[in-house]
C-alpha cells in the first residue's frame, strides 16, 4: 500500500528564515502530489500540487515544491516565512489510478516573529 | 460560493448516543471523502463515495455508516458513539477534471469537532 512520509514532526523557525519541508512517498509508478496547509482552527487549504511536467512546482504565498523521482520526493520549500505562515503542513500523495490520495502525518510548523 | 459546507461545527455526545455529521457540496464534484484528524495521526479516511451511488470503506471504517444521499450531500453515522470516537471529523470533494480525474485536489470543509464523554 502507498505510504507517505513527513519527517519533521515539528518545526520551530525565526521569521525570514528559509524553510523546507521533506516528504517522501513509496509508491514507484505515476503519482499525484499534493501540498496543503492547515492554519490554526481552519480547513486544509490546497498551497501546490504535481501531477507532470516541470518538477519544481509554485504554489500559493510564495511555496515551492521539487519533485524528484530517483528519490520519491516532493518536498516543500519556502526562501523567507513570515509569522503567518505557523500552520500544520500535509503532504499528500495518489497513485495514477485511484481517487484515494495518502495523507502524511503531517508537520507543524511555528514561526516566531 | 459556499464549496464544501459541514455541520454541525460542534458537538458533546454521551457515550452510546447516535449522531449524524451532515455534509454538502456544492461544485458538482464526484468524490467525497470523510476523515477523521486526531494530534499526530494526520488525516486518516473513514468512508469515501468516489461517485453518486457507490461508497466504500478506508483505513479506519469500524463504528461508521455513510449515505450518499446524492451528489450533493455525504453523510457520516456514529450508531453507538465511543470515548475513541472523540476527534475532529473533515468531509471533502473533490472534482473530476476535464482530463484526467485523479489528479484533482481535494476541497475540505471546516471540520466537526466532536467529543465523546
Known sequence: AQ??????????LSEAASLELGCNYSYGGTVNLFWYVQYPGQHLQLLLKYFSGDPLVKGIKGFEAEFIKSKFSFNLRKPSVQWSDTAEYFCAAGTGGSYIPTFGRGTSLIVHP | NA??????KFQVLKTGQSMTLQCAQDMNHNSMYWYRQDPGMGLR??????S???????????GYNVSRLNKREFSLRLESAAPSQTSVYFC???GQ?????????????????????
Not at chain 2, 464549496?3 to 454541525?8: E, I, L, S, W
Not at chain 2, 479516511?45 to 468516489?50: E, K, M, P
Not at chain 2, 453518486?52 to 469500524?62: A, H, I, L, Q, R
Request: net charge negative.
Open chain 1, 3 to 12: 505510504s507517505v512520509s513527513q519527517h519533521n514532526h515539528h518545526v520551530i
Open chain 2, 3 to 8: 464549496g464544501v459546507t459541514q455541520t454541525p
Open chain 2, 45 to 50: 479516511l473513514i468512508y469515501y463515495s468516489a
Open chain 2, 52 to 62: 453518486e451511488g457507490t461508497t466504500d470503506k478506508g483505513e479506519v471504517p469500524n
Open chain 2, 92 to 94: 471533502a470533494s473533490r
Open chain 2, 97 to 117: 477534471g476535464s482530463a484526467n480525474p485523479y489528479n484533482q485536489p481535494q476541497h475540505f470543509g471546516d471540520g466537526t469537532r466532536l467529543s465523546i464523554l
